[in-house]
């Protein structure tokens, strides 16, 4: 059976504005999503979310000033919720997209659909997209601040 792999937002910077040569405008670029370990919500976090939510998942990824909506700090969901990890509101995020896009533009990609594209289809495929939701999930209940 055929694996296709679809193009998502994993985020790399094409500037060179690093040296400070250039200005060269920051870009998204698109490339294929690399299969992970449905088992590890950190090597996902690492593979898919760090680029724009930054590895210590604060929201300073190097695609984050690329975007038009600055990347949400994901230490900060349970704070800013209570102190109650929102773990169903994460998960909901995961599988079918942010709900408060800012008007017109909407950098939060939806993850439902590229994460099912990782497996073969039917009802395993099911499974497994739900295990990688609540695994991203767990993760990221793991890094809150406290
Ligand atoms: C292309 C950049 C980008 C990538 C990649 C990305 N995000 Fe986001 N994310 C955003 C932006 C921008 C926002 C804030 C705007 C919004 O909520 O739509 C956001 C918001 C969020 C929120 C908060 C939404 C809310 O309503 O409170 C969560 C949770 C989240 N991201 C988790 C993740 C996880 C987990 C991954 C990896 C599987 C990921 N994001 C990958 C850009 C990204």
Known sequence: MP????????????????????????QIKEV?????SPASGKQMYANYCAACHGVDGRGNGPAAVALKDHPT?????????????????????????????????????????????????GPVSDMEVHQRIANLTDYLREIQQK
């Open 3 to 26: 694996n296709r792999i679809h193009v998502a937002f994993v985020a790399g910077l094409l500037a060179t504005a690093a040296f400070g040569i250039a200005q060269t405008t920051p």
């Open 32 to 36: 294929p999503v690399k299969r992970t």
């Open 73 to 121: 700090d994901l230490t900060q969901l349970a704070k800013e919720n209570g102190r109650k990890f929102p773990d169903l509101h994460v998960s909901a995020v995961l599988q079918f997209g942010s709900e408060h896009p800012a008007h017109g533009s909407k950098d939060m990609p939806v993850w439902g659909p590229t994460l099912r594209s990782l497996s073969q289809g």
